[in-house]
């Protein structure tokens, strides 16, 4: 009898997005945890270039990065 392997470990990844209720925006970004600089970098330059507004690695991580199951 064989078993699904994916479905007895749960891996975790990153994910950050735009509030699309407020914003209209359909960014969204899923990442490995050890890859975090580059998405905080990627999602910085998103609301920059997009939404005109400067916000710092900072601001994103703590408000908008969220731990989810992959």
Not at 20 to 36: L, N, P
Not at 41 to 62: C, F, M, W
């Amino acid at each position: 009898m064989t078993t699904d392997q994916q479905s007895e470990t749960s891996t975790t990844a990153l994910q950050v997005a735009c509030d699309t209720a407020v914003s209209g925006c359909v960014f969204r970004m899923r990442t490995e945890e050890d890859d975090k600089d580059r998405l905080l970098e990627i999602a910085r330059d998103h609301v920059n270039e997009q939404h005109g507004k400067e916000v710092t690695l900072e601001e994103i991580d703590e408000q908008h990065v969220e731990t989810v199951e992959v």
